[in-house]
């Protein structure tokens, strides 16, 4: 990976390999033999194992069965475990204060991170220290405008300029680094100054498993954890997921119900991201206080349609397109523009009391997959609707699955079943209770939403137009 590998050619690797030497295997093993004698050993194992008669052998649990789930739940719920010292000096305790003056910011590079980035410019006074990772050769701070100009979130007026100026700091550094890969005086000052952290950097990945994710989404939040705690005590709001929830449509998630569940998450990033909001209440039991944010599906700008394209939501939609097939679900479609989640975190932490509490920022008003199809038929897209399961499996051994654009996703694809695509009800009051009078109000995810965001993706060319639609005859077979 430090020399150039990507989710693509992770892909592109595991399942040249497996055909190559007729063998199966997950992609959260492949990650596990790290070296070329280790992955020589998980071949060779599964070469033995298909060619032994399967009298001879337990079978391994399906990873779809609810004891394997039971038992994955409990493996991560060991790995939220925290280490004895991330914990306060004896007598430390959090003194709430006023106004937050100075805030740390995690992920400011990010496709969530900038717009957050400008609504805490735009909307307070504090003072902004955003943590980024150097890269060789490139001004930090210029890469946050440069992510800003990008999505089209830079203000054009001297008061943005001068905020700019005089209130964004950048700190170089890395979560995944002990003490953040800062030095050691920045450290002690900013644990000083910092009245409270808004922590979003995380590895964000729908194809890796949780042991990939786990050195930035769990790790890097004990390094988190550890600076909260040092010098004086400071707030954590904590960009979440409201994917630490099971899937499935008989479910309602409050969003004061206990995380502990022994159900299957849908992804490795889903497990990571479990797992912090653990490690993060097991530090609340120690005096750490915590607010937890969580977004589902973020989608582009309610008013720009600008979205990131690498994604797994975007890369069904486009792919099934492509494919000329979409999935036969009855489901709702949840997807909250990004522009609404900024405005509610920032907002909440900063003139609400968030502490100890955790907010869902998904949409309240959502549509049916019934709508939704109807709506990419009336751009004149033209498709059939199959199982999902019979779905994949023809798409994943079609000719021209290569250039599809799920074609990276292959490994989260093998594992999915019709309860993967099943988004549980999120309830949101409490979020929408706390931003009552504040004039923030999420888009509906209605035909005119859907119309912004397709309008940027096919002016950007990402998606086809209908008028050039591929799809695959042998769907229809």
């Known amino acids: 990976m430090d020399l150039g590998g990507h989710s693509l050619l992770m892909t592109r690797l595991m399942l040249e390999v497996r055909k190559l030497f007729q063998v199966t295997f997950k992609m959260r093993e ?67 204060g006023g106004p937050l003056q100075t805030v740390f910011l995690t992920g400011a590079t990010g496709f969530l991170g900038v717009y957050i980035v400008g609504e805490i410019l735009k909307t307070t006074q504090a003072e902004l220290f955003c943590l980024v990772r150097p890269k060789r050769g490139e001004n930090s701070k210029l890469r946050i405008e440069k992510q800003m100009r990008h999505y089209d979130v830079w203000p054009q007026d001297a008061a943005w300029q001068r905020a700019w100026d005089t209130r964004l700091h950048v700190v170089e550094g890395d979560v995944t680094l002990p003490r953040m890969g800062l030095q050691d005086a920045d450290y002690e000052t900013l644990a000083h100054q910092v009245d409270a952290i808004l922590h979003g950097a995380a590895h964000v990945n729908f194809i890796y498993p949780y042991e990939a994710l786990r050195a930035t989404n769990v790790l890097g939040l004990h390094e988190i954890i550890q600076f909260a705690f040092h010098r004086r005590i400071k707030p954590v709001h904590h960009l979440s997921t409201a994917a630490i929830w099971p899937m499935g449509v008989q479910y309602t998630f409050r969003e004061r119900d206990s995380i502990d569940h022994y159900k299957l998450l849908n992804l490795g990033y889903d497990e990571a991201k479990w797992v912090g909001e653990k490690c993060l209440l097991h530090a609340a039991e120690r005096g750490l206080p915590v607010a937890r944010y969580r977004p589902g599906e973020v989608g582009g700008d309610s008013v720009t349609g600008r979205c990131v394209t690498d994604h797994f939501l975007i890369a069904s939609i486009k792919g099934f397109l492509q494919f000329g097939a979409f999935p036969q679900l009855d489901i709702e479609v949840d997807v909250a523009p990004v522009d609404y989640v900024a405005k509610a975190t920032v907002y909440m932490a900063f003139h609400r009391q968030p502490i100890g509490r955790a907010f869902h920022l998904t949409n309240p008003s959502r549509r049916t997959m019934r709508q939704a199809l109807a709506f990419l038929r009336s751009l004149g897209y033209q498709f059939i609707e199959l199982p999902f399961e019979v779905l994949r499996d023809r798409l994943v051994s079609s000719p021209d699955f290569a250039s599809n654009a799920l074609f990276a996703y292959q490994a989260a694809l093998e594992d999915m079943n019709d309860v993967s695509m099943q988004l549980p009800t999120y309830d949101t009051r409490d979020a929408q209770h706390e931003l009552e009078g504040s004039g923030i109000v999420c888009a509906p995810a209605d035909e005119k939403l859907f119309e912004t965001y397709f309008n940027y993706l096919r002016g950007s060319g990402f998606m086809p137009d209908p008028a050039t639609q591929i799809a695959w005859e042998g769907i229809h077979a």
Do not use: C, N
């Open 30 to 96: 492949f990650f596990g033999a790290s070296t070329l004698s280790q992955f020589a050993v998980l071949i060779d194992k599964h070469r033995q194992q298909q060619s032994i008669s399967a009298e001879m052998h337990q079978p391994a649990l399906p990873a779809r069965s609810g004891e394997w789930a039971r038992q994955r739940m409990i493996f991560l719920a060991r790995e939220a475990e925290l280490p004895q010292y991330l914990a306060p000096a004896r007598g430390l305790t959090y003194s709430p």
